[in-house]
C-alpha cells in the first residue's frame, strides 16, 4: 500500500519485466555518452561522416515503428522486444570491428533499427501487462527506471574510460552486449501472460487505414512531435548553449543534467499518482505551459548577472524537466487508451513514430537556429508549444472520459 502511495505500480509478478528495462538502460548509459568519442578516437573515423552516418540510419529505419506495430498486432509484443534485444546486440558487436563508414552504417543501422523495434513493442508490452487504470503509472514508473539506469551507466562508464583508455571504450561496447544479453534472458523468464489479444488482430480489417482516420489521434500524434522536441532540444543544446553563450563549464552542464535525472528518478511515479484524478488532456496543457515557461527562461539567461546564473540555470531545468515527467508517460497512456484492443499496437507504433520525426528534426533545427543567434532554438519551439497546448485543450471534447483519465 505505501508503494502505491508513492505512485508505484502494482509489479506482483513483473519482477524479472522490471529488471529487464533496468538492465536495458544500464547498458544504454554505459555507451552513450562516449559513442561519438569511441567512432572518433578508436575507429579513427571524420566527426562529421559519423554525423551523416548516424543520422542517415536514423531516417533509414523510421518505417520500423509502423511496421512494429503491424507485427505487435498479428504476434504480440514480447516477441518483438525480444528481437530487438538481439538485433541491438549484435550491432554493438560489430561496432568493435568498425573501421570505415560503410560497415559503421551497417552496424549502425542493425543498432537503430532495433531500437525502433523496442520502443514500438516496449509501449505495447507495457499497454499490455498493466491494467487500464495503471497505465500512466506504469509508463512513469519505467520512465523512472530508465532513468536510474542511463544516470548509473554514465557514471560509471567515465570512470572506465578513464582509467582504461582505448581498451575502456572496447568494454563499454561489450558490456553494452552483455546488457542486451541479460536483458532477453530476464523478459524471457516473465511468465506472466498478457491480456488476451482479440482475434481482430489477426483477421479484422482496417490496420493503419482506420488508425489514420481516426482525427482526434492525429493530433495528439501532431502535438507529441512537439512535446518529444523540448526534450530533445535540451539533451543536444544545452550542453552548447551554456558552455559557448553562457560561459559556464563543462561540470555545471553535467551538474545539470545529473539534477535533471535526479527529478525523474525521485518524482515521476509520485507525480502520477497526484496527476490521477486530472484529465489527461489538462495534464498535457500544462506541461506546455511548463515548457513555455522553460523556454523562455532559457531564452533570457544571457541576460543574467553571473552570480545568478547557476542557480537560475538549475531552476530552469527543473520547470523544463517537470514538463517531461508531466508530458511523457501521459502521452503514451492516452495513446493507448484511444488505440481499441485489436489495432493496439498500430495505434501506439504511430505514436512513437512522433518520437523519431523529433529526433530527426531536432539537429537540424538546433544547429541551424544556433548558428542564427543563440537564443533562437528557444524562442522558435514557443509557437508550437502554444499551438500543441491549446490543441491538447479542445481535444478533452472528442475523447470518452473513460480515455481522458
Known amino acids: 500500500m505505501f508503494l502505491q502511495r508513492l505512485g508505484l505500480p502494482r509489479m506482483r509478478g513483473h519482477a524479472a519485466l522490471v529488471l529487464a528495462f533496468l538492465l536495458d538502460a544500464l547498458g544504454t548509459g554505459l555507451y552513450l555518452p562516449f559513442s561519438l568519442l569511441y567512432f572518433q578516437r578508436v575507429a579513427g573515423l571524420a566527426l562529421p561522416a559519423i554525423g551523416v552516418t548516424l543520422t542517415l540510419a536514423t531516417v533509414l529505419t523510421l518505417p520500423m ?21 538481439l538485433l541491438q546486440g549484435l550491432g554493438f558487436l560489430g561496432y568493435l570491428f568498425v573501421h570505415d563508414i560503410p560497415m559503421l552504417f551497417v552496424m549502425t543501422f542493425l543498432v537503430t533499427a532495433g531500437n525502433r523495434v523496442f520502443y514500438a513493442a516496449c509501449t505495447a508490452l507495457i499497454a499490455e501487462v498493466a491494467g487500464p487504470d495503471e497505465r500512466d503509472r506504469w509508463y512513469g514508473f519505467v520512465g523512472a527506471t530508465q532513468s536510474l539506469g542511463l544516470t548509473l551507466g554514465g557514471l560509471l562508464a567515465g570512470f572506465v574510460v578513464a582509467f582504461g583508455g582505448a581498451n575502456g571504450y572496447r568494454a563499454l561496447i561489450l558490456a553494452n552486449v552483455l546488457s542486451f544479453l541479460l536483458t532477453t534472458i530476464a523478459l524471457s523468464l516473465h511468465k506472466t501472460a498478457p491480456r488476451p489479444r482479440p482475434q481482430l488482430a489477426i483477421t479484422g480489417p482496417g490496420g493503419y487505414r482506420e488508425v489514420l482516420a481516426n482525427r482526434p489521434f492525429l493530433v495528439l500524434v501532431a502535438c507529441n512531435v512537439v512535446f518529444a522536441l523540448c526534450p530533445f532540444l535540451l539533451e543536444m543544446g544545452l550542453p552548447i548553449y551554456a558552455t559557448e553563450t553562457l560561459k559556464t563549464s563543462t561540470l555545471i552542464v553535467g551538474a545539470l543534467f545529473a539534477f535533471s535525472s535526479g527529478l525523474v528518478i525521485c518524482m515521476q511515479t509520485l507525480l502520477m499518482r497526484l496527476l490521477e484524478s486530472s484529465r489527461r488532456t489538462r495534464s498535457l496543457a500544462i506541461a506546455s505551459l511548463l515548457w513555455l515557461i522553460g523556454c523562455f527562461l532559457f531564452a533570457l539567461a544571457p541576460l543574467l548577472p553571473g552570480f545568478l546564473l547557476i542557480p537560475y540555470l538549475f531552476g530552469t531545468v527543473a520547470v523544463y524537466t517537470l514538463a517531461g515527467l508531466i508530458a511523457n508517460p501521459t502521452s503514451m497512456a492516452l495513446a493507448a487508451a484511444i488505440g481499441p484492443a485489436h489495432l493496439q499496437g498500430r495505434y501506439i507504433a504511430i505514436h512513437q513514430f512522433s518520437w523519431g520525426v523529433a529526433a530527426a528534426i531536432a539537429p537540424m533545427m538546433f544547429t541551424l537556429l544556433y548558428a542564427l543567434g543563440p537564443a533562437r532554438p528557444w524562442m522558435a519551439l514557443t509557437l508550437p508549444i502554444i499551438v500543441a497546448g491549446l490543441l491538447m485543450s479542445r481535444l478533452e471534447r472528442h475523447l470518452s472520459a473513460q480515455t481522458l483519465r
Open 65 to 85: 515503428t509502423p511496421i512494429t506495430g503491424t507485427l505487435v498486432d498479428r504476434f504480440g509484443s514480447k516477441p518483438l522486444v525480444l528481437i530487438s534485444q
